[in-house]
């Protein structure tokens, strides 16, 4: 049964923000949904809440580079990093519970499961410039398997925070084996890193391979060979 329920409330600038949402019998089928609706309105609520201060921010970065923010193609740019700032960081306000929400599934399947060539965007944490390429996902089901997107989406957690592509790899292998409890886990990533384009050594082919085996994939080189043929094959 449907009922108003009190709000959430947050403090922006001195500022209090309410969030109002719909409540449910706790028993109710739609209690999970209601759930996930209030979560993304208090977080919405908080970036519109941050984003003044990032805009700042970046106002002070470019007086600080010697520009004139009040002319008029600098005018709205503040605003508009800020924003774009947030959407690449967005996954520090998202989780894996979050999105696979009843995707995992009982399925009598134990063969290789393999995604592959996800795209993926992040931003490097040493020089805040991006590195991108595409993320190859491979698992043994124990009679459990997920949406095949949501795979895709676990990337684009990880991948939406400051990161080093090591870290990533690893981060999105034990993602899917915590969720999955799985026989194993294989990710590997294929990126080029700007910071390596654009500054620094300027090398415009290098690319950068990283990988995480776990459990089988790991242990097994017949079943890690098999992973790597086929995600060499496109």
Do not use: W
């Not at 503040?78 to 959407?87: G, N, T």
């Not at 999105?99 to 992040?122: G, P, T, Y």
């Not at 991108?132 to 676990?154: D, E, Q, W």
């Not at 915590?178 to 700007?194: D, K, R, S, T």
């Amino acid at each position: 049964m449907e009922f108003q329920k009190a709000s959430d409330i947050n403090v922006c600038n001195g500022q209090v923000i309410k969030v109002y949402h719909k409540g449910f019998d706790e028993n109710s089928i739609d209690a999970k949904k209601a759930e996930l609706i209030r979560k993304q309105q208090v977080k919405e609520s908080e970036d519109v809440c941050k984003l003044s201060e990032i805009e700042v921010a970046y106002s002070t970065v470019l007086r600080e580079l010697g520009e004139n923010v009040e002319r008029e193609g600098l005018l709205r740019t503040p605003l508009r990093a800020a924003k774009a700032m947030q959407f690449l960081t967005k996954g520090y306000r998202e989780t894996v519970d979050d999105i696979l929400n009843d995707a995992i599934f009982n399925e009598n399947h134990n063969e290789m499961v393999i995604v592959k060539n996800i795209e993926m965007f992040s931003l490097c944490e040493h020089h805040l410039v991006p590195f991108f390429g595409k993320v190859h996902i491979g698992y043994l089901p124990n009679n459990k398997v997920v949406g095949l997107s949501k795979l895709a989406r676990i990337v684009e957690i990880f991948s939406r925070r400051l990161q080093v592509q090591e870290r990533l790899t690893k981060q999105i292998a034990t993602a899917i084996s915590e969720a999955l409890q799985p026989a194993g886990v294989a990710v590997i990533i294929e990126a080029v890193h700007m910071c390596m384009v654009m500054r620094g050594v300027q090398k415009m082919n290098s690319k950068t391979v990283t990988s995480s085996m776990l459990g089988l994939f790991q242990e097994d080189p017949k079943t890690r060979e098999e992973f790597l043929v086929l995600t060499k094959n496109n």
